[in-house]
């Protein structure tokens, strides 16, 4: 996969049939890293990263952002190989970083409840290499078959009803991760993390602020996100 950089915007291309697909803006029979003109603008061509899937991602639920993922990435130690369960796809943001580092000999299963957020987030998806994940319509709090999961994470209102399950499911030492936007919800999944004995419970908040670089002085950026979600963890013992 390439990604094109143009002087406002940039777009990820994918393989389908044998062309390149930049997203609405073309179809191409080859694509290269170095510049490529499409209309009248040119693109830089370099090798797609995360950062430029997650980034160009069609949303309609509110996403996982990248700092939050890399956290959960990091917190819930994902890699070649692990077995993931994630509750609510969203957009499919989340599930495009855990599909990305268990590439390509782990699993990811994704459960959701509604059939629009599965379709979308299955059209996002079909940009990656995913033959290693599996979507299901079902409900992550009750219907989760996996076992010995190294983690179980969730975005979905009620997250503390999704815990159980998530004991019964995750391997010794596998973690348990919660993205919510309020503090009740934060409060509400750690206490029942610790009703139900997970160890290394911790409750954050990631921030991030970005900086305007000038010629005559840089400072903040002057629009700021300075709260997406609270993070919750735990892990199965």
């Given amino acids: 996969?390439?990604?094109?950089?143009?002087?406002?915007?940039?777009?990820?291309a994918w393989q389908s049939n044998g062309m390149y697909v930049v997203d609405?803006?073309?179809?191409?029979?080859?694509?290269?890293?170095?510049?490529?003109k499409l209309g009248l603008e040119d693109y830089?061509?370099?090798?797609s990263n995360l950062h430029d899937y997650m980034s160009t991602i069609s949303r309609k639920a509110q996403i996982v952002s990248?700092?939050?993922?890399?956290?959960?990435?990091?917190?819930?130690?994902?890699?070649?190989g692990s077995r993931v369960v994630e509750g609510g796809v969203g957009s499919g943001s989340l599930t495009t970083a855990l599909l990305y580092y268990t590439y390509p000999n782990g699993h990811v299963y994704t459960y959701d409840l509604r059939q629009d957020h599965i379709d979308f987030a299955v059209n996002n998806i079909r940009r990656l290499e995913h033959r290693h994940w599996e979507i299901k319509h079902g409900d992550v709090r009750k219907d989760v078959k996996e076992r010995d999961l190294d983690a179980f994470i969730v975005d979905i209102p009620d997250p503390w009803n999704a815990v159980a399950m998530a004991k019964t499911s995750l391997s010794f030492g596998g973690c348990f991760s919660a993205y919510v936007p309020t503090f009740?919800?934060?409060?509400?999944?750690?206490?029942e993390?610790?009703?139900?004995?997970?160890?290394?419970?911790?409750?954050?908040?990631?921030?991030?602020?970005g900086m305007h670089v000038g010629a005559l002085g840089s400072r903040p950026d002057n629009v700021e996100m300075p709260?997406?979600?609270?993070?919750?963890?735990?892990?199965?013992?």
């Avoid at 009740?184 to 206490?191: G, L, R």
């Fill in 1 to 12: 996969m390439f990604t094109l950089i143009g002087k406002k915007k940039k777009y990820v």
């Fill in 24 to 36: 609405n803006l073309a179809v191409l029979k080859s694509l290269k890293e170095g510049t490529v």
């Fill in 44 to 47: 830089i061509v370099v090798k």
């Fill in 66 to 80: 990248l700092k939050d993922a890399a956290y959960i990435i990091l917190r819930c130690g994902i890699r070649a």
């Fill in 184 to 191: 009740n919800q934060m409060e509400k999944v750690y206490k």
């Fill in 193 to 209: 993390l610790e009703r139900k004995g997970f160890v290394e419970i911790e409750a954050c908040e990631i921030m991030m602020r």
């Fill in 227 to 237: 709260h997406t979600g609270y993070l919750v963890f735990g892990r199965k013992v």
